[in-house]
């Protein structure tokens, strides 16, 4: 693993703070959730993906709607379309 260059102390309340460059760089925005796991010793965080409400697959494609309520990936969306379009086709 590499080397960032930065160090954040602990608050006494056990958090840190990620520095604004790495932020924005993996664009982190306020109150993404951050998964956090351990391999070992080590500490990673990564920003959490939220499964497709339809196929539960897990994509950088992934696309949130009705204020991050309704996670689709672009399989999802496609067959969401269809099963509408079927819909106001029967009616």
Request: aromatic letters at 2%.
């Amino acid at each position: 693993m590499r080397s960032t260059g930065f160090v954040r102390k602990v608050d006494e309340l056990g958090r840190i703070a990620i520095p604004m460059e790495l932020r924005r760089k993996l664009r982190i925005e306020d109150k993404d959730p951050i998964e956090i796991n351990v391999v070992n010793d080590q500490v990673i965080l990564h920003k959490h993906r939220m499964p497709c409400a339809v196929t539960g697959e897990i994509t950088s494609k992934n696309k949130a709607y009705a204020n991050g309520n309704l996670v689709l990936s672009p399989k999802g969306e496609k067959i969401l379309l269809q099963l509408l379009e079927k819909i106001q086709a029967d009616r």
